[in-house]
């Protein structure tokens, strides 16, 4: 186990001025026109032990992002340093030994774990590949990690198809926690499963949080899952990170006037706190990232929007809590 | 209120039972599901994945394909008529006239090779026989109704030029064409971001009253069903497990699998407490379980042992509001306890 490593640094994962750009290529020749920057200069420390939740709507960047930041995905520039070590820009094979330590789930459990391995097979491959472990010495350890996740170990030798959606979900669980990382990025873990099956894997995070003291990235566009299980929030628009701080703050106080149409939008299931709740309804749809509006990326569709808007881009400003916001005209504290 | 039971019965559906036959055998989707729905109202279904909601929705409209599908019993009455005796022709007057449909994904639903305009458009020429300039003038109103800017503009354009969000409201407009008296809305904001989602349930809502019409909502999201139904029916393994008001089902749930939703699901406002997951799994349609279909995953179940070998019929538990429990007056009484 990790006794004979070094307590883990404070700040697990630091990102600065992550910027992730896509070429635009057009006509037949494929050629590249333009440039879109589906996340624009962001900066986030994720500390040991907490999650923060990165919530957004489709199109933000907030999963690039999650790639970006596990170098799944080089970044166009910035840095990203992980447990004290520069990893933006690291080879496939220097990764490998953070990748042990740095692990993601992915949204689709039908799609992320191969159809031919059995669950044995899918679960041990980590300590194959990362430890040189034979087989049979592997077997003692994924039975362990089958228990952990809330399978029963018997269940080895199946395959994905016999599992349903949120059993898929444990086992993609339990083959990011075999090398013992320190930190999981979570992209839409739940967001493909029924309510009922959502809250026991939400559930099972939290519990394998307090066990293992793990740190999570957890991104979701169910603003209500984060809320319960994150311990601060992200929001993103467009590529940019909009408002970042403790989760109460953002969820009962928030400063960005998208952050608050945005907690706004989800409605509650409570029929009496959903009478009494007001709506602050966006117009328009978001725009495209490949020619994002000037200055305040959300100015096109916000209430509050004046000439300073459009001719200077607002900047992330935080106070001591660790709250900020990249608003000229922030809603009221 | 208007879950008003005084109200007009638009549709009735009695004791239908629909089943697919597969290479596995005869799964039974649909067991003996019995509700109304009433001019004015909105009617929510909710359940999960396999609940059989969809399907009680497609069969309506006669959208089933059969084989595989096969109505084993019930009926659905639209006023005096029985829509499961009902000709070709017939439905086909029905379908977009009467009844309309809204679907969750709206790129398959419109058609790309023809315009926006010409789609709803379609539906005044065929139902009301309008010249095409004339359908083209409804095109523009009702593409104007729904909140798309610039009518008569957008109106000459094809689905790809549309966002996700005005693609559903594009698809809300064609069904609005001919003022149906019922919509049929299978999770017609499931794929939309959560800012659209609202914009597009305020649309539905204002066009509900604007042409005076009553929805049927389908959807496993109880926030949306708290913030717009009147009435709402939970589905489990293809049968109803409580109706009511939403007040009643959400306030004085009843049944043991409504229960176990409400607590499944966090809220954005942060009063929900800890989350306590339903145990088990969704049966498989193929094999459902003895008596209570949901007998192996409820937390009541140590009560008694004829929910393994009876199927509870769904009774009243105050007016309006009825739960196919053996033991719902105990289940409720306990979620008071629990709650307070």
Redesign the interface.
């Given at each position: 186990m990790s006794w004979d490593r070094p307590p883990p640094p404070q700040d697990l994962l630091v990102a600065t001025d992550v910027v992730k750009e896509f070429d635009v290529r057009a006509g037949v020749l494929q050629r590249v026109t333009g440039h879109v920057q589906a996340v624009s200069n962001i900066n986030l420390t994720v500390h040991s032990g907490e999650t923060l939740g990165i919530v957004g709507?489709?199109g933000c960047g907030k999963s690039t992002l999650g790639r970006v930041l596990m170098n799944l995905l080089p970044a166009t520039s910035g840095s990203v340093r992980f447990e004290g070590r520069e990893i933006a820009g690291l080879r496939e094979r220097d990764m490998r030994p953070i990748r042990a330590r740095l692990q993601i789930v992915f949204q689709d459990p039908y799609a992320s774990l191969n159809p031919r391995m059995c669950i044995g097979e899918i679960v041990g491959e980590p300590f194959l590949v990362h430890r040189g472990m034979n087989a049979a010495a592997a077997r003692p350890e994924i039975a362990r990690l089958m228990e952990t996740v809330g399978l029963s170990p018997e269940h080895t030798s199946r395959y994905p198809h016999e599992f349903?959606g949120?059993?898929r979900q444990r086992i993609g669980i339990a083959r990011a926690l075999a090398l013992d990382p320190s930190m999981l990025i979570l992209d839409e873990p739940v967001s493909a499963l029924?309510?009922?099956?959502?809250?026991?894997i939400?559930?099972l995070l939290m519990e394998l949080q307090r066990e293992r003291s793990l740190s999570y990235l957890f991104i979701a566009?169910d603003?209500?899952?984060v809320?319960?299980i994150a311990h601060r929030v992200g929001v993103m628009y467009l590529g940019k990170l909009v408002e970042i701080g403790p989760k109460e703050q953002i969820?009962?106080a928030p400063r960005h006037p998208y952050t608050r149409?945005?907690?706004?939008?989800?409605?509650?299931?409570?029929?009496?706190?959903?009478r009494a709740?007001r709506?602050i309804?966006?117009?328009?749809?978001?725009p495209s990232p490949i020619d994002p509006p000037s200055g305040c990326r959300f100015r096109t569709r916000c209430w509050k929007a004046t000439e300073v808007c459009a001719t200077h881009e607002p900047v992330l400003v935080g106070d001591e809590s660790g709250h900020a916001f990249a608003c000229h005209h922030p809603e009221p504290a | 209120m208007s879950g008003d039971i005084n109200k007009d019965v638009l549709l009735s559906i009695e004791d239908l039972a629909i089943s697919f036959d597969t290479e596995d055998g005869e799964v039974r989707a649909v067991n003996g599901v019995s509700f109304e729905v009433r001019a004015g109202e909105v009617f929510a279904v909710v359940g999960?994945?396999g609940s059989g909601k969809s399907v009680t929705a497609m069969s309506i409209l006669g959208l089933l394909p059969a084989p595989p599908a096969r109505i084993r019993g019930g009926r659905i009455m639209w006023g005096t008529e029985n829509l499961l005796d009902a000709t070709d022709h017939r439905m086909r007057e029905v379908r977009g006239g009467e009844i309309a449909m809204i679907f969750q994904d709206p790129l398959t639903a419109l058609n790309p090779v023809h315009t926006i305009g010409r789609q709803i458009g379609e539906m005044v020429r065929l139902h009301r026989g309008m010249s095409q300039q004339a359908a083209k003038q409804h095109a523009i109103e009702m593409l104007g109704l729904v909140g798309i800017?610039q009518p008569a503009q957008r109106v000459d354009m094809y689905p790809h030029e549309f966002?996700?969000?005005?693609r559903q409201r594009a698809m809300i407009a064609m069904a609005i064409a001919c003022r149906p008296r019922l919509l049929i809305a299978d999770e017609p904001t499931t794929a939309l971001?959560?800012?659209?989602?609202?914009?597009v349930l305020?649309v539905l809502i204002g066009i509900k009253d604007e042409i005076d019409s009553a929805i049927m909502l389908i959807t496993?999201?109880?926030?949306?069903?708290?913030?717009i139904a009147d009435r709402v029916m939970v589905m489990y393994a293809g049968r109803p497990v409580e109706t009511g008001t939403?007040?009643q089902v959400?306030?004085r749930s009843s049944h043991p699998y409504t229960i176990?939703?409400?607590?499944?699901?966090?809220?954005?406002?942060?009063?929900?407490g800890e989350?306590?997951?339903?145990g088990g799994?969704?049966p498989s349609m193929l094999r459902l379980p003895a008596g209570c279909s949901f007998h192996p995953r409820c937390r009541f179940m140590h009560l008694a042992s004829d929910c393994q070998s009876v199927v509870p019929s769904l009774d009243q538990v105050e007016p309006g509001h009825f739960a196919a429990c053996h033991y719902s007056t105990e289940v409720s009484l306990t979620r008071t306890a629990e709650r307070a």
């Open positions: 709507e489709s349903s949120g059993q029924d309510v009922s099956i959502q809250a026991g939400v559930n566009h603003l209500s899952v809320r319960h969820f009962s149409a945005l907690l706004s939008a989800v409605p509650v299931p409570d029929p009496t706190r959903e709740r709506r309804v966006l117009v328009g749809d978001v | 999960e994945s800017p966002s996700g969000g005005m971001d959560v800012t659209v989602q609202a914009q305020e496993h999201d109880l926030g949306v069903v708290a913030g939403v007040d959400f306030d176990g939703l409400m607590d499944s699901v966090p809220a954005v406002d942060g009063e929900q989350l306590r997951p339903i799994q969704p």
